[in-house]
């Protein structure tokens, strides 16, 4: 395997273009998920065939996962980025755009199967960027996801106060954000690999197999991260509201904290990888997710419950891009690039697991239960991370795999 030498300029440039990815990323998706209400009723949508629509996309976003794995063993997942997003972005003004329940069904399709390529390129260059960087850049990627799911959250705000149209709601950003993600997409940099069998596809296609048992621990962990996350989305302002009482307008709060913290404990989540290491970070975000499900599940009231919802930011938000950042690190000592890849895309599909299993779980639990005791759940499943944080843990760092360290001058 040939030693690639990025330098150093060229490695800060795909790091800032990866970042900016992720953000167009978090917006485009805030969009749509906040919007689903509006999409409901412009296209006549029943109440009873709303959740097939729903499940749908996550569904079609694993298919697309499974589908970059074999396709990234023939050209490189930065291509595979450089063409799904824009596909994302265009099947987001689909959806606000077309006339029919028929047409906005093979829009969601195309959002699904394209977001799930994308999902799984992205954190594939972004694994490698950080191998490349020789130190925990991965938090900081998914900080800018967060910060475009605010933004793309608060424009899906003002659209709806404002009674936009989804169509003039969309066409602008997306105006906006296809051209971003076309320039962007000049300056992504990932893996390149020789052998003697010829060239990247030549190594590619002689990567060994990736035992999915061995994967097993993180992808539980992702999943069971996932539940965590959809609770929050999906039932913080009906718990608050209905459960602990609160007024319509302090119902919304919960979820606009969850995603506040979530992008500062991001921001700094990458120094205390670099100070702690991976393993401390993950235990300390998982007793801290853990806490804040207790809190909410025992709160005498709605201040209570939304310093839950805080603690759960705090805590959830390292665990994701950790437990990619480690799947990718574990085949690739074993394995090399192209076995890095595919066990980030095969991680990606309980992404989307944890997703459709989560907000049916709380609600399953919450009419045949309580809804306190509902929140106990995940509480559960995400301190199963505690068994598995060994898993994080990274061995002595070794640059004869391919990779050159970059000397701190270089990058920054």
């Not at 900080?143 to 608060?154: D, E, K, Q, T």
């Not at 300056?187 to 060239?199: K, P």
């Not at 970070?281 to 939304?306: L, N, S």
């Not at 994701?320 to 480690?326: E, L, N, S, W």
Request: with cysteine; aromatic share 8%.
């Amino acid at each position: 395997m040939t030693v690639l030498r990025v330098p150093g300029a060229r490695l800060r440039h795909g790091r800032v273009s990866l970042a900016l990815s992720f953000f167009v990323q978090g917006a485009v998706f805030a969009l749509l998920v906040t919007r689903i209400p509006a999409i409901q009723d412009r296209y006549g949508i029943s109440d009873a065939l709303l959740p097939a629509f729903l499940a749908a996309v996550p569904v079609l976003a694993g298919v697309g996962s499974v589908g970059t794995e074999q396709l990234v063993k023939r050209v490189r997942p930065s291509r595979v980025l450089r063409c799904a997003q824009p596909v994302v972005c265009l099947a987001l003004l689909a959806v606000g755009a077309v006339g029919s329940m028929a047409q906005v069904a093979v829009a969601l399709a195309v959002f699904g199967l394209s977001v799930g390529a994308l999902d799984a390129s992205m954190n594939m260059l972004g694994v490698s960027l950080q191998r490349a960087y020789g130190r925990s850049i991965m938090l900081g990627f998914h900080a800018a996801y967060s910060l475009g799911g605010i933004v793309g959250a608060s424009l899906a705000w003002a659209g709806a106060h404002w009674q936009l149209s989804l169509a003039l709601l969309y066409g602008p950003v997306v105006a906006v954000l296809v051209p971003l993600a076309l320039i962007v997409g000049r300056w992504f940099v990932d893996r390149e690999r020789q052998d003697a069998a010829g060239g990247e596809e030549g190594a590619a296609a002689a990567v060994a197999p990736l035992a999915m048992r061995l994967l097993l621990p993180l992808c539980l962990v992702m999943a069971f991260a996932y539940i965590g996350d959809s609770t929050v989305s999906n039932w913080s302002a009906k718990y608050l509201q209905d459960v602990l009482g609160s007024s319509e307008q302090l119902a919304t709060v919960p979820y606009n904290v969850y995603m506040v913290t979530t992008l500062l404990g991001r921001a700094v989540g990458d120094l205390g990888v670099r100070r702690f290491g991976a393993v401390a970070v993950v235990r300390t975000g998982t007793v801290v997710a853990a806490g804040g499900f207790a809190v909410v599940a025992a709160a005498p009231g709605a201040w209570a419950g939304m310093a839950g919802f805080t603690l759960l930011g705090l805590g959830l938000c390292v665990i994701v891009p950790q437990t990619f950042a480690a799947a990718g690190r574990y085949a690739f000592e074993r394995h090399g690039p192209g076995a890095s890849d595919m066990a980030v895309a095969r991680l990606n599909i309980f992404n989307y697991v944890g997703f459709l299993i989560g907000s049916p779980l709380v609600g399953a639990l919450g009419d045949a239960w309580s809804y306190r005791g509902a929140m106990l759940v995940p509480m559960v499943l995400v301190l199963v991370t505690l068994v598995y944080a060994r898993s994080f843990g990274a061995p002595e760092a070794r640059y004869g795999d391919g990779y050159e360290r970059p000397r701190t001058a270089d990058v920054g």
